[in-house]
Nanobody, 121 residues
């Protein structure tokens, strides 16, 4: 089986920073895109940032210039550095990975359990 385990969420004041981590483990042959999504109460889940194996990235307009996504392919880990946090960044943040397991013919999408980020004074 495959697991995505997130860490690093918490409570932070506006203007503060947090760093999220997500480690993928299990019977993994290769990982394609990794990313972070978030879901605020009463809202749909939205893409925050994506990173491809070669390092190409995409960001939601709302986080450009404040958030940075990175990955360590050797550790099957993706990070999200969040700076200049705003109250509207409050949400549950989910890790996502498109990966190929040993023995599978096609890649599938996997999700972490989510980590709460609260930005409040």
């Amino acid at each position: 089986q495959v697991q995505l385990v997130e860490s690093g969420g918490g409570l932070v004041q506006p203007g503060g920073s947090l760093r999220l981590s997500c480690a993928a483990s299990g019977s993994i042959f290769s990982i394609n895109t990794m990313g972070w999504y978030r879901q605020a109460p009463g809202k749909q889940r939205e893409m925050v940032a994506l990173i491809r194996p070669g390092g190409n990235t995409n960001y939601a307009d709302s986080v450009k210039g404040r958030f940075t996504i990175s990955r360590d392919n050797a550790k099957n880990t993706v990070y999200l550095q969040m700076n200049s946090l705003k109250p509207e960044d409050t949400a549950v943040y989910y890790c996502n990975a498109v990966l190929l397991k040993y023995g599978d013919y096609f890649s599938h999408e996997y999700w972490g359990q989510g980590t709460q980020v609260t930005v409040s004074s």
